[in-house]
């Protein structure tokens, strides 16, 4: 009985595979799936230091932190490194003011300012342990430390400490400032949350829930949009409520901007640079831009992203 089924089998088969098609399986033709759409091209690469994690923009150049030691000056109209400034510990978070570029030593306890004409360091300003994201509001300079749980506020006119606001549970990651408020992400707490900080009295007076590892937060459509491990919230910055959730840009979000069309972020376990349409809330396009990507930067019409494990930036052009 076993050998005559099978028999029975390869006979069907083989009136399966001829007929009039010339060998051709008979019945309509599969298309082939449709490849998706691609967010955008990459325009160049530009070589800065080892594990580079975040950079500020001045306007013509982008200032570029990394793990290990240095700050980058990349000019943007020639898309080219123009020196690295070296510094010790862990110079990771970057911030630009009117006429100084602010480097966080996550190692440490300090930041420098660097004069941006000459780059030399100018002073360093002692901030809580394990300094990280920065936030410019009302002419102060807030930056933000994880171990330490606190914000150190500093006079960029003095480089003077003029206020320290305590903020217990909140292992802060990149904040931003918006609508009178600094929106800081609990990138190394535990309560994955995104806070909003009353600058005037130094409390978190809104919560927005998030998946783990909040990181990095930006404005535009009338809304907030901050990345998770798992995806990107949109919420209202007034209520600090959730408006919509998109969950299917990849793992491990981190950087996030806003353009005039458009919301990007960047996954870092699948090396995605993706899209996401305003209008529906959904992702439209994507792209591999390279390993470990981390922040990003909008200049002109193009978006930069600081590549985390192969020490450069990505220039593409949407």
Not at 221 to 226: H, K, L, P, R, Y
């Amino acid at each position: 009985m076993k050998f005559g089924r099978a028999v029975a089998l390869l006979l069907v088969a083989s009136l399966a595979a001829c007929g009039t098609g010339g060998g051709r399986p008979a019945g309509p033709v599969q298309a082939s799936p449709s490849r998706p759409p691609t967010a955008g091209t990459i325009v160049t690469t530009v070589p800065v230091g080892d594990e580079a994690l975040s950079m500020a923009f001045d306007g013509r150049y982008l200032w570029v932190g990394s793990a290990k030691g240095g700050v980058t000056q990349v000019d943007t109209t020639i898309s080219q490194p123009i020196r690295t400034i070296r510094l010790p510990g862990r110079p990771v978070g970057v911030a630009v003011t009117a006429d100084a570029v602010w480097v966080a030593d996550y190692a440490g306890d300090t930041v420098t300012r660097i004069d941006p004409g000459t780059g030399v360091p100018v002073t360093s300003v002692r901030v809580g342990a394990n300094p990280l994201g920065f936030a410019e509001l009302d002419g102060d300079l807030w930056v933000f430390s994880q171990s330490e749980q606190r914000a150190t506020v500093i006079d960029p006119r003095t480089n003077q400490v003029v206020r320290t606001v305590p903020l217990p549970g909140l292992g802060a990651g990149y904040p931003s400032a918006a609508a009178g408020g600094i929106w800081v992400p609990d990138l190394a707490g535990t309560t994955r949350s995104l806070w909003r900080v009353d600058p005037a009295t130094g409390q978190a007076n809104l919560r927005l829930a998030t998946r783990a590892h909040p990181a990095e937060v930006a404005f535009g459509f009338g809304s907030g949009w901050v990345t998770d491990d798992e995806g990107v919230i949109r919420f209202n910055p007034a209520t600090g409520k959730e408006q919509a959730r998109i969950d299917t840009v990849g793992r491990r979000l981190d950087g996030i901007v806003v353009t005039t069309d458009a919301v990007w972020t960047v996954s870092i376990d699948d090396n995605l640079l993706s899209r996401i349409d305003p209008g529906t809330n959904r992702p439209t396009a994507s792209l591999k831009v390279c390993t470990g990507p981390r922040h990003l930067t909008v200049v002109q019409d193009d978006i930069w992203v600081a590549c985390h494990d192969a020490g450069m930036l990505v220039r593409v052009h949407p």
